[in-house]
């Protein structure tokens, strides 16, 4: 089956402790990107790539690291998470052929106490 | 300050009849725009979409209108269906292979039966 796969899919973890939320693709996509969810506020880009080793910014990148080593994942990672980040992350694909339609993830709801 | 904007955070429909759902945008660069929907606990999924080169698209019982003028495009549902309850997120973009989208903050759509 198609799909992005993200994990965790809930995750609550402290002020300041590293943890990465991984992201797999099986669909042989040209380009990934991450989002997040806030109320009222819609999905905000926070990083993309178009291909392997090749990443950039979205609207929201503060406080968020990627890396594209393989085409299938793209991980992100928070270095020093805050409660500002507690927040609904969805990772999604497309292909480079398709010019839209991104494939979503089924999301990780992160909080940071 | 958002570019996109769904000023309706809920709408409620019966089955059968018409669901619209409205989207404002105030970035004159964007030129393709895109509905997604979303159930709980799954993500976004691609819906339709419209280039600006057009101001109506149609898919079944999916049609999306743009007004390039007033910045304003619109999702009509019909005939609206129970499965139909979701929200809806408008989004668009200016780049050419459809990178960054900015998404609107959401429409939750209610269809009683």
């Known amino acids: 089956e198609a799909q992005v796969t993200q994990n965790p899919r809930y995750l609550i973890t402290v002020t300041g402790k590293k943890l990465t939320v991984t992201c797999s693709q099986n669909m042989n996509h040209e380009y990934m990107s991450w989002y997040r969810q806030d109320p009222g506020l819609g999905l905000r880009q926070i990083y993309y790539s178009m291909n392997v080793e090749v990443t950039d910014k979205g609207d929201v990148p503060e406080g968020y690291k990627v890396s594209r080593k393989e085409k299938r994942n793209f991980p992100l990672i928070l270095e020093s998470p805050s409660p500002n980040q507690t927040s609904l992350y969805f990772c999604?694909?497309?292909?480079?052929?398709?010019?839209?339609?991104?494939?979503f993830g089924s999301g990780t709801r992160l909080t940071v106490v | 300050d958002q570019q996109v904007k769904q000023n309706s955070p809920s709408l409620s429909v019966q089955e059968g009849r018409i669901s619209i759902l409205n989207c404002d945008y105030t970035n004159s660069m964007f030129d393709y725009f895109l509905w997604y929907k979303k159930y709980p606990a799954e993500g976004p999924t691609f819906l339709i979409s419209?280039?600006?080169?057009?101001d109506k698209n149609e898919d079944g019982r999916f049609t999306v209108f743009l007004n390039k003028s007033a910045k304003h495009l619109s999702l009509h549902i019909v005939p609206s269906q129970p499965g139909d309850s979701a929200v809806y997120f408008c989004a668009a973009t200016r780049d050419n292979a459809g990178n960054m989208l900015t998404f609107g903050g959401g429409t939750r759509l209610m269809v009683k039966p």
């Open positions: 419209i280039s600006s080169i057009k």
């Open positions: 999604a694909s497309k292909s480079g052929t398709d010019n839209y339609g991104y494939t």
